[in-house]
C-alpha cells in the first residue's frame, strides 16, 4: 500500500526498486496519520467496500496492515499478502499473531485455491506492476462468482501532471515508468511505479474477466481540512488516486 510523501523528488527509471524492507517502521507510522492514506484513500476504499460482516476478504499488499485492521473491525474474514517481510511484521504487531498474513508477491500466483474469497482489495499496489494481465487473472482466480476486486491506483492524470510540471513531456497513451525519491524516517530509497492511461486500465479488467461496477474519484473527508490546511485544497480540486469497483463474471 502506499503513500504519497511531501519530500520526494521525481525522475523518469525504469529500474525495479521499492525498498519498502527499509521503510517499513517508518512507513507504518506515517500511514497511520497522512493526508493520502488516512483522510483520503482508506476512506474512500472501506466507504466502496460498504457492509463486510461475514465476507472472505483478501487485502492483497495489507503492507502494515491499517486496512485489515479496519475491514476486521467491521466484522470481515480477513487475510493479508504482501511482498515486504519486514511490512508484515509491522502488521503482525498490529494484528496479532493469529492474523491470516502470508508473504507473496502480486506478480507470482497467489497461494490460494480457487473461489477463495468474496473480495479482494488493493490498495495502491497495481501501479507497482508493468504487466497487470497475470496479476489480474490470479485476483479473478481466487475471487468467487459474482465477487468484487475493489482497486486504488495512482490516478494517470495527476502522474501526467507531476512529469509535466517537472519539465518532462510523456505520452499520456503510453505505458511508463516513473521513479521517486522517498525519504521517511532518516532512509531514502527509490520508488518504481508504473504510469499508464485510463483506457489501459480498463481494458486489463476485462481482458481479466470482470465488469466494470464503479469508477470514482473521491474526496478527502472532512475532517482532513483543518489539520492539513496547506494541501486540503489541492488534493480536493485535484485527485491523486482513482478508485475501480469490479464484479467477477
Given at each position: 500500500m502506499a503513500s504519497v510523501p511531501g519530500d520526494r523528488a521525481l525522475r523518469v527509471d525504469p529500474a525495479p526498486v521499492n525498498d519498502y524492507d527499509g521503510l517499513a517502521e517508518a512507513?507504518?507510522?506515517?500511514?497511520e496519520i497522512s493526508l493520502n492514506n488516512a483522510y483520503y484513500?482508506?476512506?474512500?476504499?472501506?466507504?466502496?467496500?460498504?457492509?463486510?460482516?461475514?465476507?472472505?476478504?483478501?487485502?492483497?499488499?495489507?503492507?502494515?496492515?491499517?486496512?485489515?485492521?479496519?475491514?476486521?473491525?467491521?466484522?470481515?474474514?480477513?487475510?493479508?499478502?504482501?511482498?515486504?517481510?519486514?511490512?508484515?511484521?509491522?502488521?503482525?504487531?498490529?494484528?496479532?499473531?493469529?492474523?491470516?498474513?502470508?508473504?507473496?508477491?502480486?506478480?507470482?500466483?497467489?497461494?490460494?485455491?480457487?473461489?477463495s474469497f468474496d473480495?479482494?482489495?488493493?490498495?495502491?499496489?497495481?501501479?507497482?506492476?508493468?504487466?497487470?494481465e497475470p496479476t489480474l487473472?490470479?485476483?479473478?482466480?481466487?475471487?468467487?462468482?459474482?465477487?468484487?476486486?475493489?482497486?486504488?491506483?495512482?490516478?494517470?492524470?495527476?502522474?501526467?501532471?507531476?512529469?509535466?510540471?517537472?519539465?518532462?513531456r510523456p505520452d499520456y497513451f503510453e505505458t511508463y515508468s516513473s521513479t521517486e525519491e522517498w525519504t521517511m524516517g532518516g532512509h531514502t530509497t527509490q520508488m518504481n511505479f508504473w504510469n499508464r492511461p485510463l483506457h489501459a486500465m480498463t481494458d486489463a479488467f476485462t481482458a481479466a474477466g470482470f465488469r466494470i461496477s464503479v469508477i470514482s474519484e473521491p474526496q478527502p473527508v472532512p475532517a482532513a481540512r483543518e489539520l492539513f490546511p496547506d494541501d486540503f485544497h489541492l488534493l480536493a480540486t485535484a485527485p491523486s488516486f482513482l478508485f475501480f469497483v469490479l464484479q467477477a463474471g
Amino acid at each position: 500500500m502506499a503513500s504519497v510523501p511531501g519530500d520526494r523528488a521525481l525522475r523518469v527509471d525504469p529500474a525495479p526498486v521499492n525498498d519498502y524492507d527499509g521503510l517499513a517502521e517508518a512507513y507504518s507510522a506515517e500511514n497511520e496519520i497522512s493526508l493520502n492514506n488516512a483522510y483520503y484513500e482508506r476512506p474512500a476504499t472501506l466507504a466502496l467496500a460498504g457492509e463486510v460482516t461475514g465476507r472472505r476478504i483478501l487485502d492483497a499488499g495489507c503492507g502494515s496492515g491499517p486496512l485489515f485492521a479496519a475491514l476486521r473491525d467491521r466484522g470481515a474474514v480477513v487475510s493479508g499478502i504482501d511482498a515486504s517481510a519486514a511490512m508484515l511484521e509491522q502488521a503482525r504487531r498490529r494484528l496479532g499473531a493469529d492474523a491470516d498474513l502470508q508473504v507473496a508477491d502480486l506478480a507470482d500466483p497467489l497461494p490460494y485455491p480457487d473461489d477463495s474469497f468474496d473480495d479482494v482489495i488493493a490498495s495502491l499496489v497495481l501501479h507497482y506492476l508493468q504487466d497487470w494481465e497475470p496479476t489480474l487473472a490470479e485476483l479473478r482466480r481466487v475471487l468467487r462468482t459474482d465477487g468484487r476486486l475493489i482497486a486504488s491506483v495512482n490516478h494517470p492524470l495527476a502522474d501526467y501532471c507531476v512529469q509535466r510540471f517537472a519539465g518532462r513531456r510523456p505520452d499520456y497513451f503510453e505505458t511508463y515508468s516513473s521513479t521517486e525519491e522517498w525519504t521517511m524516517g532518516g532512509h531514502t530509497t527509490q520508488m518504481n511505479f508504473w504510469n499508464r492511461p485510463l483506457h489501459a486500465m480498463t481494458d486489463a479488467f476485462t481482458a481479466a474477466g470482470f465488469r466494470i461496477s464503479v469508477i470514482s474519484e473521491p474526496q478527502p473527508v472532512p475532517a482532513a481540512r483543518e489539520l492539513f490546511p496547506d494541501d486540503f485544497h489541492l488534493l480536493a480540486t485535484a485527485p491523486s488516486f482513482l478508485f475501480f469497483v469490479l464484479q467477477a463474471g
